[in-house]
Antibody, heavy 117, light 110 residues
């Protein structure tokens, strides 16, 4: 099944930056599209961004486009999310997700990002 | 808009059947695959149904799914107390557009 372990979540002030990381293991990382999905406290799942298996194709939700950047390092089996110009509404648990196509997503345990002064 | 709508809450008695629907507004569900995720409080989501009606290994047979007439349905037969959770539908599309989740349904087993 594989494992995804997120890190990098923290308390940050509005306007600040943060970089999330996700370490993948137990599967061929370079063969899968990957996503970031977030969940605000007490709210539902919201897709944030995705990246193709080779990193050449990226897509973003309207709410983060221009502020967030997704990237990956296939040699190190790592996925990243660079978050700039953070806003209070970005407060959420951020999940690293493996895209198994129509077989669904596999999820990490999540990392909490809190944007507050 | 490309919204997917779920009822906010469903209640069921233990041993009874629970049905959770997923309908599209601007999204043609009939020609796409639907996945269903279970999220128990404090945990990460887990796939319980993929490709409309397939169960991953380890998911009990009481979980089933369908996708017809632009409505997807997750059915839990003989509901158990441990099935109490939030359930989310996800519309899988092979295009490069955004990934769409339903708003989630809180299943309460009374």
């Amino acid at each position: 099944e594989g494992q995804l372990v997120e890190s990098g979540g923290a308390l940050v002030q509005p306007g600040g930056s943060l970089r999330l990381s996700c370490a993948a293991s137990g599967f061929t990382f370079s063969s899968y599209w990957m996503h970031w999905v977030r969940q605000a406290p007490g709210k539902g799942l919201v897709w944030v961004s995705r990246i193709s298996f080779d990193g050449t194709n990226t897509t973003y939700a309207d709410s983060v486009r221009g502020r967030f950047t997704i990237s990956r390092d296939n040699a190190k089996n790592m996925l990243f999310l660079q978050m700039d110009s953070l806003r209070p509404e970005d407060t959420a648990v951020y999940y690293c997700v493996r895209d198994r196509h129509s077989n669904g997503f596999n999820w990490g345990q999540g990392t909490l990002v809190t944007v507050s002064s | 808009s490309n919204d997917v709508t779920q009822p906010p809450s469903v209640s069921v008695s233990p041993g009874q059947t629970a049905s959770i629907t997923c309908s599209g507004d601007g999204v043609k569900l009939g020609d796409k695959y639907i996945c269903w995720y279970q999220q128990i409080a404090g945990q990460s989501p887990v796939v319980v149904i993929f490709q409309d009606n397939k169960r991953p290994s380890g998911i009990p047979e009481r979980f089933s799914g369908s996708n017809s007439g632009n409505i997807g349905t997750l059915t839990i037969s003989e509901t158990q107390p441990e099935d109490e959770a939030d359930y989310y539908c996800q519309v899988w599309d092979s295009s490069t557009g955004p990934v769409v989740f339903g708003g989630g349904t809180k299943l309460t087993v009374l």
